[in-house]
Antibody, heavy 120, light 111 residues
Framework: QVQVVQSGAEVKKPGASVKVSCKAS????????MHWVRQAPGQGLEWMGW????????RYEPRFQGRVTMSRDTSISTSYMELTSLRSDDTAVYYC?????????????WGQGTTVTVSS | QSVLTQPPSASGTPGQRVTISCSGS????????VYWYQKLPGTAPKLLIA???QRPSGVPDRFSASKSGTSASLAISGLRSEDEADYYC????????????FGTGTKVTVL
């Protein structure tokens, strides 16, 4: 079936980096964008950026520019989001979600979420 | 900081109709499609509405949406207890090419 499965929870110290993976199955990987969205405790949804899974092109929300890198490995249908220089306010649940490259269909398949805790 | 503004809360009794507004600008809602997502605690968001007013397969027709100018709205008719959730509007934003924005979110409570 169509799904994206994310890697497990992470606990990191301030200043460290985290890399979250998102493995896709059941659909043609390169026909989609992969968005990354996070939700901090008690806060709303925050869009972080997207990667074009076909071309590898990326676009990041400016406030994350310089700290976030999105990548993909088409051979294993997996997308990655790496966030560096972690701070306590990066503690959140991180989601990946696909959106078709054409058709403006919206983020229709989401990963289950990865909890990242930043604490000393 | 979200550029799409929603009321923080809305409520209704079972069977009632609840409407949630989403206010944006010419660079986002005014020139792009609007999407709506439902977020239940502890679960991933779910796409409710795409392209302003289109329900993906499996979304009940109790959910409907519209867009006018730089604003959009989501309506839930025949409110049910399982509709108690957070709802977010979203849109692409042309102010900086390729950006996407979520609304501030609305908590719907079923009384």
């Amino acid at each position: 079936q169509v799904q994206v499965v994310q890697s497990g929870a992470e606990v990191k110290k301030p200043g460290a980096s985290v890399k979250v993976s998102c493995k896709a199955s059941g659909f043609t990987f390169t026909d989609y964008y992969m968005h990354w969205v996070r939700q901090a405790p008690g806060q709303g949804l925050e869009w972080m950026g997207w990667i074009n899974l076909n071309s590898g092109g990326t676009r990041y929300e400016p406030r994350f520019q310089g700290r976030v890198t999105m990548s993909r490995d088409t051979s294993i249908s997996t997308s990655y989001m790496e966030l560096t220089s972690l701070r306590s306010d990066d503690t959140a649940v991180y989601y990946c979600a696909r959106e078709a490259l054409s058709g403006w269909a919206g983020m229709d398949v989401w990963g289950q979420g990865t909890t990242v805790t930043v604490s000393s | 900081q979200s550029v799409l503004t929603q009321p923080p809360s809305a409520s209704g009794t079972p069977g009632q109709r609840v409407t949630i507004s989403c206010s944006g600008s010419s660079s986002n809602i005014g020139s792009n499609y609007v999407y709506w997502y439902q977020k239940l605690p502890g679960t991933a968001p779910k796409l409710l509405i795409a392209r302003n007013n289109q329900r993906p397969s499996g979304v009940p027709d109790r959910f409907s949406a519209s867009k006018s100018g730089t604003s959009a709205s989501l309506a839930i008719s025949g409110l049910r207890s399982e509709d108690e959730a957070d709802y977010y509007c979203a849109a692409w934003d042309d102010s900086l090419t390729g950006l996407y924005v979520f609304g501030t979110g609305t908590k719907v409570t079923v009384l």
